[in-house]
Structures are given as C-alpha cells and as structure tokens.
C-alpha cells in the first residue's frame, strides 16, 4: 500500500508538496486552479445552465431558480457576460487569464459521462495544449457515484485522453494522472480500499487505469481515507482558516 502524502488546496489554488514536473516556461504545475466546465446560454447551448440554478436559502427549500441574465447565480457579474463553457472563444479566454496568473494545470470539474461539462473537455484539452498547459480532474458527488463508478470514470477519462500532451502528469510518481475527488466521505473508507489498495484484488493499482488520487479533507475521520482507504493524498477545498478542521493549517501535520 503506498504511503499516503498531503496535498493542500487553498480555494482555488492547489500547493503541491513535491518536486514539479517539466514545466512551460512561466507556468507552474505546483499550482493547480479550479474550472468549472457547467456554464450554458441560449446563443450556444438552446438554454441557461447553471446561471439559473437555484436561490440559496437558509433555511427551507429554495424559493425557485435565478432568472438570467439580470438575475444570475453568482455574487458577481463575469465581465465576459453570461458565456458558454462550450464557447471555444470563451475558453481560449479564460486559459489566457490562467496562464497570465502563471497557473500551469487547469483542475477540471467533472459530473460524469455526457454531461454539459464532459462535453466542454475536449475544446479544454485542444486548448490547453495549444498553451502549453495540463489538465487534471475533480470528480463531482454525482447521482450514484460509488467506488466501483469512480473506477469506471478513471478508465474512461484516462482512455480518452492518455494521448493528449495537455493530460496532467506527474513525473515524480511514475507519470501517473491525477485525480481529486469531492466529498470523498460520502462514500465508506472500506469501498475505497477496494479499488485504491494494492492488496485488493479490484485495484487499480499497477494498472493501465492507475492515478494518483487525492480525497476531500474536511475533518480528523477523513485521514482514514488515507491510511486505510489508499488515496495518495488529501486536500482542501475551503479558503478559510477554522472554517473546517482540514482548512486549517496546524492541523496539516
């Protein structure tokens, strides 16, 4: 079983603790940013997506959808307007305003197979080569998800894309992919172990499939998905210090 190490990931900045691998003059791949492929318009995709999600409420269930494009889902109006995901001009922008900040792996969030954000990965990959960029993944706690899903999807988002330079790889650790996965308690540490152990016979391990994988650190349970669950690593998704137990640094020893 391979001994697991800690990955901070400070909002939307990502701080790896190992040696980086050959960069892209100007660009880091120490430092990983969240992307958010879910952004849809009527001009490109027939209809708003995610613009319109759901008013936040605080208590009872929501009082019904943002209504764009005056009312929208976000506390700040993007100066780019209410863009597509899957606009390859948008795209070509947002990579620049990436790379300008010197952030050399796009972390993309995935919802599954045939979702508008699976979609969007391919312009992703095409432009991020282009750039000289990387990218890796988030897994999402999609409808269903289970261990066994997640082994499927690290099958089906390395096959599709092993032949692309753009893929993220790390050369420290036999140049295997990366792989984050949101609200990894959801799922039992046990289940985990079934897929990311070496001693299980269901592993990924020392497969074509095989990935370096890092599990959400919320609190002192979530290490278990380190030490029994065989993830490589863990991180945080929250930016404030105290918010939760994994957000706060003393508590990354």
Not at 150 to 175: C, M, T, W
Not at 226 to 249: H, I, Q, R
Request: net charge negative; charged share 20%.
């Amino acid at each position: 079983m391979r001994t697991g190490q800690f990955f901070a990931l400070i909002s939307l900045v990502t701080i790896l603790c190992s040696a980086s691998p050959a960069e892209t003059e100007g660009l880091s791949q120490r430092v990983h940013v969240h992307y958010y492929g879910w952004y849809g318009n009527p001009e490109t995709n027939g209809h708003w997506s995610h613009w319109d999600h759901a008013v936040t409420s605080k208590s009872g269930p929501p009082p019904g959808n943002h209504k764009p494009p005056e009312d929208i889902g976000s506390p700040f109006y993007p100066q780019l307007g209410l863009y597509s995901s899957q606009d390859p001009d948008t795209l070509k922008a947002h990579l620049e305003m990436i790379a300008k900040a010197g952030i050399g792996v796009v972390n993309f969030s995935w919802w599954g197979p045939g979702n508008a954000d699976d979609r969007a990965l391919e312009l992703l990959f095409a432009e991020a080569a282009k750039k000289g960029m990387k990218v890796n993944f988030h897994i999402e706690p999609y409808p269903g998800r289970s261990a066994e899903s997640v082994k499927e999807n690290l099958g089906y988002l390395i096959d599709k894309f092993k032949g692309s330079p753009a893929l993220y790889r790390d050369a420290d650790r036999d140049h295997l992919p990366m792989f984050y996965v949101y609200d990894s308690y959801l799922i039992p540490t046990e289940e985990w172990g079934s897929i990311l152990r070496s001693d299980s016979p269901n592993t990924i391990r020392g497969t074509e499939h095989d990935a370096i994988m890092i599990a959400l650190y919320v609190n002192q349970k979530d290490k278990r998905l380190l030490t029994e669950g065989g993830f490589d690593g863990v991180y945080t998704y929250f930016a404030t210090k105290g918010f939760t137990e994994g957000s706060t640094p003393e508590n990354w020893k």
